[in-house]
């Protein structure tokens, strides 16, 4: 629902205020959904692990270290403002990126990280009828690790993505692309011609994260049997010879043989298709609010004895 109110973000009593595109909203606060998964136990594990580390695993001169770090690190931002992370939320974000990836956590703060462009480009399907739908991404020369996060196949018509899931790192590289179908179908399943898929990928390095890098593609139909596939270009037609231009349709004056048509609103049988049927005045109708004039009445009497008239003239009963 959206109000005119201040802007701001975050549960207030029973309602849950949240900034949109069309201004700021409120909706009713629900318990969120909890299945439980394979991968969320595990998300579950890493987060808990690295924070009960900052009390049993470090000692007070780290712990004094990680939070004169962390005044260097800003906070996500929101409502266009941020602050610093303290020690225990710099320690716990870098451990549990650690982790993610398979790499062991650390009990001192690592150096800040400048990252280079993301090396990875577009996101390509490929519909072959042998080896089924293929999503290749392109990447180009990698120097960090590349996390790769899904978001479950979706209408074509989204535009933006919604709630990703991490899906492992990037492999190498073959011919400039990366095959990263196995981890996508393994989490999601196969996808189906006409969705569309999102994928977002995000360096790493120490346990810093670069900024996300967001590409999508909708996945296309199989070719049929003899049809050219659909990454081999088209054969070019030769070109025709060059033709004097055509004169346009307002000087040509010569004249169809055909009719001229005009559009009047019905067909030509409309105007006949009640002619046989017999019509009945309104003020014979019962319950019909007498709505005519004296004109109209006059004229609907003066009907009535023509009528009689005519046919005392037929029957002969003027004559005797």
């Known amino acids: 629902m959206k109000v005119i109110d201040t802007p701001r973000s975050g549960k207030i009593g029973t309602q849950v205020a949240y900034p949109s595109p069309y201004g700021q909203c409120f909706h009713t606060y629900v318990v969120p959904r909890n299945p439980q998964s394979d991968a969320q136990i595990r998300m579950r594990i890493i987060f808990g692990s690295s924070s009960s580390g900052w009390g049993f695993n470090l000692t007070e001169p780290q712990r004094q270290r990680w939070g004169l770090a962390a005044l260097n690190v800003p906070s996500h931002p929101s409502l266009g403002q941020y602050s610093h992370l303290s020690g225990q939320q710099f320690c716990v974000k870098i451990n549990s990126t650690l982790r993610c990836v398979g790499q062991p956590p650390v009990d001192e703060p690592p150096a800040p990280v400048v990252f280079a462009p993301s090396p990875v480009g577009q996101l390509n399907i490929v519909n072959d009828p042998e080896t ?20 479950a196949p979706c209408s074509r018509g989204r535009m933006k993505h919604r709630r990703v899931c991490y899906l492992g790192l990037v492999g190498p590289a073959t011919n400039g692309q990366c095959d990263v179908t196995a981890p996508y179908t393994a989490r999601f ?29 909708i996945v296309p139909s199989a070719p049929l049997p003899g049809d050219p596939p659909a990454n081999e270009p088209h054969p070019v037609e030769p070109a025709a010879a060059k033709q004097s231009p055509a004169p346009p349709q307002a000087l040509i004056t010569a004249s169809s043989p055909l009719p001229r048509l005009m559009y009047k609103g019905s067909t030509p049988d409309a105007p006949r298709m009640h002619s046989g049927s017999e019509r009945e005045h309104p003020v014979s109708i019962p319950c019909t609010p007498l709505v005519h004039g004296a004109q109209v009445a006059l004229g609907r009497l003066a009907g009535l004895l023509d009528v009689a008239l005519r046919r005392l003239i037929s029957t002969g009963a003027l004559a005797r």
């Not at 089924?132 to 978001?151: A, P, S, Y």
């Open 189 to 217: 399943g196969p996808p189906r011609p006409g969705q569309k898929i999102f994928l977002v990928t995000c360096q790493e390095k120490n346990g810093w994260k670069a900024q996300d890098q967001v590409t999508s593609a």
């Open 132 to 151: 089924g739908v293929r999503l290749l991404l392109d990447v180009g020369t990698v120097t960090e690790d590349i996390m790769l996060f899904g978001q």
